[in-house]
């Protein structure tokens, strides 16, 4: 396989490279290096520094290294950003989108995945439910709202282009090489921040001092698998969710975290975010019928935790 990883020098992305070079195949990336970082690039793998809005610039890239498959994980990947501004969110997602499907319909790319989101594309989850693929779709965010349209593309791309394509749809991911500053995780932040003895903050659920808003917190190495299953034409299902089906809710999270590293955070408490879900947990089903349960967080946390401790002073 000739795989394509857009966003490649990113966190998701670079865990997807390194599956793939172990799995044996042939790798490229693509990456504006905006947010993602050259050294998180493997050694020998070639790194196309360009931005996806450059539609020629893109059109190049896959007619130079003429990817099979393209695992699609560039993106504008913030939701308070995408509140801020949503011009900039459109133009990075949704355009952006459409130069690389143009590229690859053209191209006679084989398969498109497509990086989506389980954590903001289904809006509010209420207790105890979890998210399925077939579930009503309530983006508020820009940024969920951009995925969405994106994906809505893909199915006009496969029937008028013949472009295949998988969608899966991400929970909330953290692990190792999550930037603090370029991408949004809150694990990253936290990690961060205690190691360095800095406070921590709660923002609220609904109310200033709750336990603060519930997500479902899912390792990037589990994710970088689905991927690979997918390249593999292992997953039948058009959308499939990529979670663990837990909640967990802010204040839970500081206080695994601090078990972990054995540290005593000062935790602030801060007002709900615009734009932030109160609750958002999916239905792992589909893919842990696929790859087995997904790993656990304690198992998760601790080798996110020694990468962070083991690299705060670069």
Partial sequence: MKLLVTGGAGFIGSHIVEHALSDGHEVAVLDDLSTGRRENVPAGVALFEVDLRNREATERVIKDFKPTVVSHQAAQASVSISVRD????VTVN?????NLFDACATSGVELLIFASTGGAIYGEVPEPARARENDALLPYSPYAISKLTVEKLLHFYQGERGLNYRVLRYANI???????????GVVAIFAERMLKGDPIQVNARRQLGDAGCVRDYTY????ARANLAAAAGRVEQLV????TGVSVSTSELA?????TLGIEATIKQGPHRAGDLERSVLD???CTQLLGPPTSMAVGLATTLEWYRAHRSS
Avoid: C, K, L, W
């Avoid at 949503?86 to 969110?89: K, N």
């Fill in 86 to 89: 949503p011009a900039f969110d």
């Fill in 94 to 98: 949704v355009i952006g989108s459409i």
């Fill in 174 to 184: 953290y692990g190792p090489r999550q930037d603090a500053h370029g991408e949004a």
């Fill in 220 to 223: 990037v190495s589990d994710v």
């Fill in 255 to 259: 206080g695994m975290m601090q078990r």
């Fill in 240 to 243: 499939t969710n990529v979670g």
């Fill in 284 to 286: 792992p089903s589909r």
